[in-house]
């Protein structure tokens, strides 16, 4: 038997309904508010928001917003592109906002990614950062243009 492949291509266009819980986070994000739910069993606080606890499997209907820094926990860079991507490298980032329970992944801005070998010194788990606003802002994630680090 032989094995073969196929090279497909499909450029997709479409709409996602966001529903209630991130409708309103990313409405939130329009005024510049990091919108935020907690469950009222464990308080665990999810942002980006969840509308059910993953662990305690109840609604999350008690909304806060927080602030718009936090740490990071983890992070990588992207050296290669893919189509309708930001041109590599990049560096991504797992972000606990002050507050929350959950990360948030987002793009972090200003550091040298021209030497992959010195990229940990500079953005080591616990470093501050916060968010930088677009100017003109859509109810999308890139709302929050990026982090910079504080």
Same mark, same amino acid.
């Given at each position: 038997?032989?094995?073969?492949?196929?090279?497909?291509?499909?450029? *997709?266009?479409?709409?996602?309904?966001?529903? &209630?819980?991130?409708?309103?986070?990313?409405?939130?994000?329009? #005024?510049?508010?990091? *919108?935020?739910?907690?469950?009222?069993?464990? &308080?665990?606080?999810?942002?980006?928001?969840?509308?059910?606890?993953?662990?305690?499997?109840?609604?999350?209907?008690?909304?806060? /917003?927080?602030?718009? #820094?936090?740490?990071? /926990? &983890?992070?990588?860079? &992207?050296?290669?592109?893919? =189509?309708?991507?930001?041109?590599?490298?990049? @560096?991504?980032?797992?972000?606990?906002?002050?507050?929350?329970?959950? *990360?948030?992944?987002?793009?972090?801005?200003? *550091?040298?990614?021209?030497?992959?070998? @010195?990229?940990?010194?500079?953005?080591?788990?616990?470093?501050?950062?916060?968010?930088?606003? @677009?100017?003109? =802002?859509?109810?999308?994630?890139?709302?929050?243009?990026?982090?910079?680090?504080?």
């Amino acid at each position: 038997m032989t094995i073969t492949t196929q090279r497909v291509h499909w450029d *997709l266009n479409y709409d996602i309904h966001l529903g &209630a819980t991130w409708g309103r986070f990313m409405a939130g994000l329009t #005024e510049q508010k990091i *919108l935020a739910n907690k469950c009222p069993d464990c &308080a665990r606080v999810f942002v980006p928001p969840q509308a059910y606890c993953e662990s305690c499997f109840v609604r999350t209907d008690e909304w806060l /917003e927080l602030p718009s #820094e936090g740490v990071v /926990e &983890a992070f990588t860079v &992207a050296w290669q592109s893919f =189509r309708g991507g930001p041109t590599p490298p990049y @560096a991504i980032a797992g972000i606990r906002l002050d507050g929350a329970s959950t *990360l948030l992944m987002h793009y972090v801005h200003g *550091l040298d990614l021209s030497d992959p070998n @010195a990229v940990r010194a500079q953005l080591p788990v616990g470093t501050r950062v916060g968010a930088v606003w @677009a100017e003109e =802002r859509t109810g999308q994630i890139l709302d929050i243009a990026h982090f910079a680090k504080i």
